[in-house]
């Protein structure tokens, strides 16, 4: 798992997740996720403690008109 420090970019589109793997907050050094089409319904909190991530994408997911506001307001991302 050391290597896990290591990741710079991840891919997890399309892949029906609900919530993020238990090892995620070993990304330290990821800059860039996908997250697209998946089936989140609430915004995955662990996110927000990533200091290196300059890139996040979340479109397609199953969050509601609320926790939409709630994305746009709290951490000012823009998921369709």
């Known amino acids: 798992f050391s290597q896990l420090t290591r990741v710079e970019e991840l891919n ?6 609900k919530a ?9 050094r990821l800059k860039r ?3 697209d089409n998946n089936d989140f319904t609430v915004f995955p909190e662990q996110i927000q403690s990533m200091k290196e991530l300059s890139h996040l994408s979340i479109d397609g997911n199953q969050f509601s008109a609320e926790e939409k506001a709630r994305i746009q307001r709290e951490f000012n991302i823009w998921p369709d």
């Open 12 to 17: 997890l589109s399309g892949n029906h997740l």
């Open 20 to 28: 993020l793997p238990h090892l995620f907050p070993l990304l330290t």
């Open 33 to 35: 996720l996908n997250l």
